[in-house]
Nanobody, 125 residues
Framework: QVQLVESGGGVVQAGGSLRLSCAAS????????MAWFRQAPGKEIESVAA????????YFADSVKGRFTISRDNDKKMVVLQMNSAKPEDAAIYYC??????????????????WGQGSQVTVSS
């Protein structure tokens, strides 16, 4: 059973930075595309960023372009979301996801098969 274990959530001041990490636990599993989604209270889940299998392509939601970066370490089966210049509207539960079939950086939740448990991000003003 593939599990994605997230870490790094917490409280960040507006304008500050926070780093979210997510690693796949199953040794025999090769995560292809990896991504981050988020869901704020009362809102639908939305894509944040995605990265292709080899890291050569990325996708960012317009709301985070220029502020967030995404990277991965395939040896560690890990994806990292670096959040900079945090805004109050970035507050949400963040979920990492990975696909066993899609290698491209997709912003669609339907492309992903496995999801992390969610990490709360709070932005204080």
């Amino acid at each position: 059973q593939v599990q994605l274990v997230e870490s790094g959530g917490g409280v960040v001041q507006a304008g500050g930075s926070l780093r979210l990490s997510c690693a796949a636990s199953e040794r025999s599993f090769t995560p292809l595309a990896m991504a981050w989604f988020r869901q704020a209270p009362g809102k639908e889940i939305e894509s944040v960023a995605a990265i292709s299998w080899m890291g050569s392509n990325t996708y960012f939601a317009d709301s985070v372009k220029g502020r967030f970066t995404i990277s991965r370490d395939n040896d560690k089966k890990m994806v990292v979301l670096q959040m900079n210049s945090a805004k109050p509207e970035d507050a949400a539960i963040y979920y990492c996801a990975t696909s066993r079939t899609t290698s491209n950086a997709s912003g669609s939740s339907r492309a992903y098969d496995y999801w992390g448990q969610g990490s709360q991000v709070t932005v204080s003003s």
